[in-house]
């Protein structure tokens, strides 16, 4: 963890702990909006948001790390058998050039929402995202690109996209567009850009807020480092307010991988139809949807369950 969230982890420490021995042996539902560029000799990586939650939506642990091995180590710990990961980086990137089948789709299932993936292949310099799933895969996680079943005990890591979640599950609200949390909204003054992108992180904060009794929940306040959110005003200040982004991606992340575990109904598969690799796997995202965003088969099918014991 960073020197910022380990001030923060004395509070949250003992939460923590106690979250993890109720929850020793139930699955855990995790997510990390990871920065793509890892860390070098001379440069060390930007921060990663990393949050678990269990199955009542309960925060066990939250805060920030950086590079792939700290995440990676982090993943490792908080995994129990039958835990789902989602991570918001490409994690398969079969591709030389050009971009994904699974890119391509968010634009035509999200993009009357304002919603499309940027493009990525094995020719950008910052794969973090392949990276982690190597790791992960190395210490026996196995990828879930919803297509085939993974093992009923297995840690599962899966690509997951925060803004498809944000505009895909109806209780958030979002009906016309995604909000506008991320860069300053350039169609409103430039000295009133990061007031604005305060006040829309703040109304997003709410809306997460308020999943306390969702299906599946999220509860924001139940860890200190998390419940910060809720409890501060968005900075408006770059460098701050990305640091409280990203634990809000991984939180989003989070939510999303307990949803694609326990209401797989609701989700569905971009990339389905995609050419498998060497391996069987084809690079997808899972991602919540509306029955408008759905799309028709082969994509746009409900991701499979686990396998059986």
Known sequence: MTDVAAGQAGQAGAAGQAGAAQQAGAPRYLGVDLAWRDSTPTKPANETGLA??????????????????EVA??????ATPGSHAA??????????????????LVGRAYGRWHVSANA??????WLGGRT???????AGAVYDDGVEPVPADAVSYFECYPYTTLVGAAELGYDERRPRYKRPDTTVAKEERRGARAVACDDLISRLAALDSADPPLRLLSHPVSRLLVDEPSPLVD??????EDLLDALVC????????????????LGAAAE????????????????VQRLAAPEGTVPVGRAAH
């Open 52 to 69: 678990v939650i269990d199955a009542d939506g309960t925060v066990l642990d939250a805060g920030w790390a950086r590079g792939v091995d």
């Open 73 to 78: 180590d982090w993943v490792l710990r908080w």
């Open 87 to 104: 991570i918001d980086a490409p994690v398969l990137v079969p591709n030389a050039t050009g971009m994904r089948p699974s890119e391509r």
């Open 120 to 125: 990525s292949s094995a020719s950008l310099p």
């Open 132 to 138: 982690l799933g190597e790791r992960l895969a190395s």
């Open 239 to 244: 460098r701050p307010y990305k640091h409280r």
């Open 254 to 269: 989070a939510w999303t991988a307990s949803m694609r575990a326990r209401r797989p109904e609701r989700m569905q598969v």
């Open 276 to 291: 498998p690799d060497v391996l069987g796997r084809r690079a997808t995202l899972i991602s919540p949807a509306r029955e």
